[in-house]
């Protein structure tokens, strides 16, 4: 459904497809009470959750780890004015199950920044958002 805005609605299934095609997002997470956001790298895992690696002392794991945060990634072109934006709601954990940590290890994602203590999180999707941005012509 297009709106008058220039926005489609996209479904959930959509939305999860979308994830899959950029290596970065950002969780949004709450820093001594106030709203923080930081880039990550990502893979969508299962159509249930986002899983981002980063070091176990980064003081992420410790800000996210047993809460509801958001994850957002996208992808714009401003030549054709057109692009997507997805946000994932859900609850943070870090995977402490030990197969899960070795699958995660040979098909997951990869720190951007070396870490020799690295751990996954798992962003369960419980609420998925997205919308479109449609070419629309420029301004004047």
Known sequence: MIHSEGFRSLGRQECLRLLAEVPVGRVVYTRQALPAVQPVGFVPDTDSSVVL?????SGLVRAVDGVVVAF???AFDAGSRSGWSVVVTGR??????PAEHERLLRTGPRSWVPTHDGVFVRIEAEMV????LVGLPGPG
Do not use: I, K
Not at 53 to 57: G, L
Not at 129 to 132: I, Q, V, Y
């Open 53 to 57: 690696c980063t070091s176990a002392a």
């Open 72 to 74: 957002e990634a996208d």
């Open 92 to 97: 943070a954990a870090v995977v402490t199950d």
């Open 129 to 132: 958002t997205g919308r479109e």
